[in-house]
């Protein structure tokens, strides 16, 4: 799947908890800055993923638990 620039930020009513199945990626992996989980999922019944770095996912990052950012193929924010 090739993923359109950019993600959409999501607020849920409660903290996300990845699940055991998820894929993880070192930054040296795909040549980030920070390691990051990948959680595939559906949106709009269009294939897509959750992307969670380590630290949101410990409550250290500019993110809290109940946000989770979503990719796709298409632009998400209209």
Known sequence: MRL????LN???NAAFDLPKERI????EEYGGTVSVNIV??????RKAI???T???DTGE??????VVEVATD????D
């Open 4 to 7: 359109f620039p950019g993600t």
């Open 10 to 12: 999501v607020r849920l």
């Open 24 to 27: 993880w990626l070192e930054a």
């Open 40 to 45: 595939p999922c559906t949106i709009f019944g």
């Open 50 to 52: 959750i992307l969670r």
């Open 54 to 56: 380590d630290k949101n």
């Open 61 to 66: 990052g500019v993110h809290p638990r109940e």
């Open 74 to 77: 298409i632009y998400l924010r």
